[in-house]
């Protein structure tokens, strides 16, 4: 019902920023609540941000007032713009979202609720 393709990843230096961006595709994207999240190797997949169909966000304390979620429903986007990064966002970033029949009552943050995934794109962050 939904495919996810990420993009944007790469690699910079600790205090800097990049935009992820995330292509959807899918009849009803725009009922889609829709996540990133983060693997670093050895660690469990965690969640960083997520945004609801209409616009709400949510965010990991880790990540509050450096991170910035968003979507485009025209264009079937969610970017994920990340500024003052730091060694530890080091990880692959994946693209996630719901089912649109799903109503997640404010829960965005459980990673089993998100049934669509991408294949992750890579940042590295060097200090």
């Known amino acids: 019902q939904v495919q996810l393709a990420e993009s944007g990843g790469g690699l910079v230096q600790a205090g800097g920023s990049l935009r992820l961006s995330c292509a959807a595709s899918g009849r009803a994207f725009w009922r889609n609540a829709m996540g990133w999240f983060r693997q670093a190797p050895g660690k469990e997949r965690e969640f960083v941000a997520a945004?609801?169909?209409?616009?709400?966000?949510y965010s990991a304390d880790s990540v509050k007032g450096r991170f910035t979620i968003s979507r485009d429903n025209v264009k079937n986007t969610v970017d994920l713009q990340m500024n003052s990064l730091k060694p530890e966002d080091t990880a692959v970033y994946y693209c996630?979202?719901?089912?649109?029949?799903?109503?997640?009552?404010?829960?965005?943050?459980?990673?089993?609720?998100?049934?669509?995934w991408g294949q992750g794109t890579q940042v590295t962050v060097s200090s």
């Open positions: 996630a979202a719901m089912d649109f029949t799903y109503f997640p009552g404010g829960n965005y943050y459980q990673r089993n609720k998100y049934i669509y």
């Open positions: 945004i609801s169909g209409n616009g709400g966000t």
